[in-house]
T-cell receptor, first 115, second 113 residues
Framework: GAGVSQSPSNKVTEKGKDVELRCDPISGHTALYWYRQRLGQGLEFLIYFQGNSAPDKSGLPSDRFSAERTGESVSTLTIQRTQQEDSAVYLC?????????????FGPGTRLTVL | GENVEQHPSTLSVQEGDSAVIKCTYSDSASNYFPWYKQELGKRPQLIIDIRSNVGEKKDQRIAVTLNKTAKHFSLHITETQPEDSAVYFCAARGLYNTDKLIFGTGTRLQVFP
């Protein structure tokens, strides 16, 4: 079946512009996560959604970052007034539910470059 | 909050040798410890995981051990092959303080033929 998809695969933007990154989770997966991975670095948790519960936004690095999710489907991560330090690969993952031992399936990521 | 430390950051082995990657976690309530493999330019993929009620789990050439008392867990790869070359991430999930996965900083494994 279809895995997690993300778009765009690459995004080049100018400093100060806003960007929107999209994630389509696996159908039926109630939990959705966003991570940031800087070049050669680890996976930095940003935010997760679980069903209709309030999202855990504890990993968002600043108020320029926000994310939304419509029901149990697509999610968008928005970065306002982008800065060069925002350059990274943004990975989305989904799982059946986050309160059990379920595997997180990752998307291919969006590589964001801020000039 | 939960913190996961991973060592070493890089590891080079000869094909056929074993490789061991170690992680420690801070939250004693953590109950789930997956390992992900990320090949160059690709997405992370789960390779093995262990729950807090077992001490060891094997799957062919890979195994994971967990020491709850010491709060550390390790990935063991035996008979390494060039295709094992990748970055490996450990992670821990807390039960009470946090429900999200906290990842280690990764280990870049290179297997030389």
């Amino acid at each position: 079946g279809a895995g997690v998809s993300q778009s765009p695969s690459n995004k080049v933007t100018e400093k100060g512009k806003d960007v929107e990154l999209r994630c389509d989770p696996i159908s039926g997966h109630t939990a959705l996560y966003w991570y940031r991975q800087r070049l050669g670095q680890g996976l930095e948790f940003l935010i997760y959604f679980q069903g209709n519960s309030a999202p855990d936004k504890s990993g968002l690095p600043s108020d320029r970052f926000s994310a939304e999710r419509t029901g149990e489907s697509v999610s968008t991560l928005t970065i306002q007034r982008t800065q060069q330090e925002d350059s990274a690969v943004y990975l989305c993952a989904s799982s059946l539910t986050e309160r059990t031992y379920n595997e997180q399936f990752f998307g291919p990521g969006t590589r964001l470059t801020v000039l | 909050g939960e913190n996961v430390e991973q060592h070493p950051s890089t590891l080079s082995v000869q094909e056929g040798d074993s490789a061991v990657i170690k992680c420690t976690y801070s939250d004693s309530a953590s109950n789930y410890f997956p390992w992900y493999k990320q090949e160059l330019g690709k997405r992370p993929q789960l390779i093995i995981d262990i729950r807090s009620n077992v001490g060891e789990k094997k799957d062919q050439r890979i195994a994971v051990t967990l020491n709850k008392t010491a709060k550390h867990f390790s990935l063991h790869i035996t008979e390494t092959q060039p295709e094992d070359s990748a970055v490996y991430f450990c992670a821990a999930r807390g039960l009470y303080n946090t429900d999200k996965l906290i990842f280690g900083t990764g280990t870049r494994l290179q297997v030389f033929p």
